[in-house]
Nanobody, 122 residues
Framework: QVQLVESGGAPVQAGGSLRLSCAAS????????MGWFRQAPGKEREFVAA????????YYADSVKGRFTISRDNAKNTVYLQMNSLKPEDTAIYYC???????????????WGQGTQVTVSS
């Protein structure tokens, strides 16, 4: 079973950039489609981005399209989320998730990390 650990979250000013990483262990990352989600205080968790197993197809929420980029390095067992032009409304805990689904973007995810906090100040 794959274990996921996110890192890279930090306080940042609006307009700034961050790169989140999600390191996998216990299984080969290339076996999974991967996604990033976020949850802001008082709100439900929402989809941010997804990437297929080979990293050639990506999907984004409209709210981050053009600002965020999901990528993966299967040799390093790591998925990334590059976040540019950050806004205060991007403040949330960001989670990565792995899916066994053959459908992309995956309708469900089987494994979740513990999350990393991103705080964007105006």
């Amino acid at each position: 079973q794959v274990q996921l650990v996110e890192s890279g979250g930090a306080p940042v000013q609006a307009g700034g950039s961050l790169r989140l990483s999600c390191a996998a262990s216990g299984d080969t990352l290339s076996s999974y489609a991967m996604g990033w989600f976020r949850q802001a205080p008082g709100k439900e968790r929402e989809f941010v981005a997804a990437i297929n197993r080979r990293g050639v197809r990506t999907y984004y929420a409209d709210s981050v399209k053009g600002r965020f980029t999901i990528s993966r390095d299967n040799a390093k067992n790591t998925v990334y989320l590059q976040m540019n032009s950050l806004k205060p409304e991007d403040t949330a805990i960001y989670y990565c998730a792995a899916s066994n689904s053959l459908v992309v973007p995956p309708p469900t995810y089987n494994h979740w990390g513990q999350g990393t906090q991103v705080t964007v100040s105006s």
